[in-house]
């Protein structure tokens, strides 16, 4: 993982952070906004190719499994199954969310990741059960009743589109449902240090106060994790159609909550302001040569890769206005690799990155960090977990 401070506890989102779960923007093939996309009936399949002197239309969606190749086992978990329905659920929703075409291709190259995905929340899931967390399924309904407000979705449409879309909506569920509950668990496991003394608030105020003058960062991440060079290949497959999504102007927040596997993509990927002290020395020496709004190539990290996007910069102890965001970077000046700035994003609001609130908040969120990472390779050494060729 790069070495990164959390902007947010996740578990709670902050105000304002929506509370997006596995697909809280669905974004049609061909660019159509969540709601847009989702209030419309999906089209027929249309062919491959054009007719002559008419344009070219979207590669046809490839066919469902079928029972018996939906039913077959691609990994077991402690003795539970993740079969190739729920892989082929997961990858439907991501390469549909994010904008990309369901065609086999797409949906081979997003297999891997999501496999390894999937591991990670049945273990999630097992130790809510062993916890004895369930999470009410009021608590549920509300995180979808939250996506359709804050997308504009009329109440009650959301699961329903998904099933029009060929996706089964307890794709969508069982991934709110653990988010949710994993956020139980962790605060349970950080016990008495999820609350942030006053000391701490001052031991922090005195490193930014020492830090004076230094500049700092608004970050966003996506983080995918790999081991060993065959997972950093398919990583790095999946990253390069990821940043393509991002260079065409698909949201950071939207594709960070779909595939970022750090606790940050429950807040779009926001990490908040960090120090040069705080970052990975790799993703340091790219985010100092990035104008505010360019997408960073793939940046090797430990346990993975990570796409970072500079939203701003700032001089500790300056003056609360002098902060420079993607509005004063003209498109296209960002350096070679790093593709074009996209459109201007808005100032970075919130608590001024040195209120008591901003670092209780950053501090909870280190800490939530470490231990939710700590807590699933604790979970992943203990358990028996065999991938099915």
Avoid: C
Avoid at 123 to 133: D, N, T
Avoid at 295 to 316: C, D
Avoid at 320 to 325: E, I
């Amino acid at each position: 993982m790069p070495r990164l401070i959390r902007s947010t506890f996740a578990g709670a989102p902050a105000p304002g952070v929506t509370v997006l779960g596995l697909a809280a923007l669905l974004v049609a093939a061909n660019g159509v906004p969540a709601a847009a996309a989702l209030a419309a009936t999906p089209p027929a399949p249309a062919p491959a190719t054009a007719a002559p002197g008419k344009p070219a239309q979207r590669l046809p969606l490839v066919e469902r499994l079928s029972p018996s190749t939906s039913a077959a086992i691609v990994a077991t978990v402690n003795g539970q199954a993740i079969t190739l329905a729920d892989v082929d659920n997961r990858r439907r929703l991501l390469a549909a969310s994010v904008g990309l075409p369901l065609t086999p291709a797409i949906l081979d190259r997003l297999t891997a990741p999501i496999v390894r995905e999937l591991i990670d929340e049945t273990l999630r899931q097992q130790e809510m059960i062993r916890r004895h967390i369930a999470v009410p399924e009021a608590a549920v309904r509300q995180a979808v009743a939250t996506i359709e407000m804050r997308n504009g979705m009329p109440p009650g449409s959301l699961l329903p589109r998904l099933a029009a879309l060929g996706i089964d909506p307890s794709t969508l569920l069982n991934q709110l449902r653990t988010q949710i509950g994993w956020g139980q668990v962790v605060r349970q496991a950080l016990g008495s240090r999820a609350i942030v003394t006053a000391a701490d608030i001052a031991d922090r105020e005195a490193a930014l106060k020492a830090e004076a003058g230094q500049t700092e960062y608004n970050v966003g991440e996506i983080f995918l994790p790999a081991q060993g060079a065959k997972q950093q290949e398919q990583v790095k497959s999946v990253a390069d159609l990821i940043i393509g999504q991002l260079r065409l102007g698909a949201p950071f927040p939207l594709i960070a909550v779909q595939f970022s596997q750090s606790q940050s993509a429950l807040a779009g990927g926001n990490l908040g302001w960090v120090q040069a002290s705080q970052l990975d020395p790799e993703v340091l020496r790219v985010i100092k040569e990035m104008p505010p709004g360019a997408i960073s190539n793939p940046v090797k990290v430990p346990g993975g890769e990570v796409i970072v996007t500079l939203n701003a910069t700032r001089v500790i102890g300056a003056p609360p206005g002098q902060v420079a965001t993607a509005q004063d970077t003209a498109a296209g000046s960002a350096p070679a690799g790093q593709g074009p700035a996209p459109a201007p994003t808005p100032a970075v609001t919130g608590p001024a990155p040195d209120s008591r609130r901003a670092i209780e908040e950053q501090i909870l969120a280190q800490r939530f960090e470490l231990a939710s990472q700590q807590l699933i390779r604790d979970l992943e050494r203990r358990a028996v977990i065999d991938r099915h060729s």
